[in-house]
């Protein structure tokens, strides 16, 4: 009689077992209801970088159940739901093996659209509507002004500018590394890119931060190298003329980016509201050992030039709100806080390697020199107080 070996049996079953799991645990699930959706087809795309592609599909019966699952991504990646093959769609970001829950009516889909377990794909439902009203906005305009020509398409030039920076500001600056920062770089108007990194130079500088934070997290990932390489190309592409005098490029008509972020009191202050100024625009850490002995040679400064038109504006990037507050509120010059800290995209656009740093800004809100320029300080500040 032949002898089972219940160890070799055990093993063998242990092993199945990690490899059910590690299978399990390597995949990620999108779930939900569609009301009212019998009848219908639902299909789950993936989102690639050149077209997307079937992954599944779903035929809808009166409960309107579904459950797709899938390998999951090397790095975040997007999928998309979509009713039918021509209607509308919804789009999910993974970043791992998550459990993605959608709820949402046939009628409706996109508009009575909740997400649960994805809050990245909450932010690309907000993208999604902002993208919709910009569309609504524009076609307003045209359909009241006529094509886009002469004043309409300045006036909707200059509404697309201030969309790109919004939504800079309040999706790609916070979080680059973020799912939403990247799919943001690719909102659309009529069907054209609104961001367009390989002629405009903001629009470089905001795929440069994306880029950057998904090469550190994800260097090997397909998403990842194709958008470094995109970035490093309209960075090339939009580099501005080397001048005499450091020039930062824009779009604007102030000859540097704007900064707009709250003082002590909680009121928002512009950076460009200084024009006719010479201004030295200071990015500081107060939680830095040296900065209070920097402090007191700024305000001998300040002192010495305040009543001929010099300005400090100083940006903190100190994590502890009440600490900056109790450092700045006996400093005599202007004294905003960058919440996003070390991941601010001002440091990105104003190219800063290092804190403290500061620019010298002459009355035309144009950037002239930066701190490692300066030989004397006060006299770079009475040659600028000197130009009309």
Known sequence: MKILNFNRIGATLIGAFILLSCSQQEKFTIKGNIANGEGHTLYLSHIGIQKSSYIDS??????????????????????????????????????????????????????????????????????????????????????????????TRKTINGIIDEFKQNICKEFIAPAPYSASAYYALFLNLNGAPLFDPLHVRFDSRCYSAVATSLNHNHPHATRAQHLSNLAAKS??????????????????????????????????????????????????????????????????????YKERGFEIYQISLDGQEHFWKTSASNLPWICVRDAAGPASYNLTLYRVQRVPTY???????????????VEDINKSIEKLLNEK
């Not at 809808?60 to 999928?79: A, H, Q, V």
């Not at 093959?85 to 829950?101: C, H, L, M, P």
């Not at 620019?359 to 320029?373: K, S």
């Open 235 to 304: 960075m090339r592409a939009t580099q501005p003329v080397k001048r005499d005098t450091i020039y930062i490029d824009t779009n604007n008509a102030t000859g540097l980016f704007d900064i707009k972020l709250p003082d002590i009191d909680g009121d928002s202050v512009s950076l460009t509201s200084l024009k006719g100024k010479v201004v030295m625009l200071d990015f500081t850490v107060y939680g830095n050992a040296e900065i209070s002995s920097r402090n007191l040679e700024l305000r001998e400064i300040y002192d010495k």
């Open 58 to 151: 779903a035929k809808l019966d009166k409960r309107g159940d579904f459950t797709f699952s899938n390998e999951r991504p090397e790095c975040y990646d997007f999928y998309r739901l979509q009713l039918d093959k021509k209607g509308r769609q919804i789009t999910i970001a993974i970043d791992s093996t998550e459990i993605v829950t959608v709820n949402t009516d046939a009628a409706s889909f996109i508009d009575s659209c909740r997400i649960t377990g994805s809050p990245q794909s909450e932010k690309i439902a907000e993208l999604t509507a902002l993208e919709q009203a910009l569309q609504t906005q524009v076609n307003t305009l045209i359909k009241n002004n006529g094509p886009m020509v002469g004043e």
């Open 359 to 373: 620019f010298l800004i002459n009355r035309a809100n144009e950037i002239v020199l930066r701190d490692e320029q």
